[in-house]
């Protein structure tokens, strides 16, 4: 892309996005423990490159554990939480962020009495030319 833009090529136009017009309530992924309030941010971003969204754990729920095939963040926006990465555990408070590496098996839960609300990001495949 840098040298498609090196040459002249203009970049796609910005997409915003209000988060009320892409939440709905579903089951997390990866074992549908409990509820969450999910917020497919860049679903509405056409030829995007990365996944960003953020999701509402309801009080018990889990993001089932995963083997991902990518690198991954959850970034604690408010509640507590505790991460697992292949057998280790931490707990996770507002402001801190778990930085998951490809291979890894992981998952998330919600602890304490408030919802856990996240932002999750990670690069999607390349697409084949």
């Known amino acids: 892309m840098t040298g498609m833009l090196?040459?002249?090529?203009?970049?796609?136009?910005?997409?915003?996005?209000?988060?009320?017009?892409v939440v709905r309530d579903e089951p997390p992924p990866h074992g549908a423990i409990g509820m969450s309030t999910a917020y497919r941010i860049s679903d509405a971003v056409p030829d995007r490159t990365m996944e960003f969204r953020k999701r509402i754990l309801h009080r018990g729920a889990a993001i089932?554990?995963?083997?991902?095939?990518?690198?991954?963040?959850?970034?604690?926006?408010?509640?507590?939480?505790?991460?697992?990465?292949?057998?280790?555990?931490?707990?996770?408070?507002?402001?801190?962020?778990?930085?998951?590496y490809t291979g890894a098996n992981v998952g998330i839960r919600q602890t304490g009495t408030t919802p856990l609300a996240l932002i999750i990001t990670y690069p999607l495949p390349a697409k084949a030319s």
């Open 6 to 21: 090196a040459l002249g090529a203009a970049a796609p136009k910005m997409v915003v996005v209000d988060e009320r017009t």
């Open 64 to 100: 089932g554990l995963h083997v991902i095939a990518h690198d991954e963040v959850y970034y604690v926006l408010s509640g507590t939480g505790e991460v697992m990465s292949d057998g280790e555990r931490k707990p996770l408070t507002p402001g801190m962020a778990a930085y998951l």
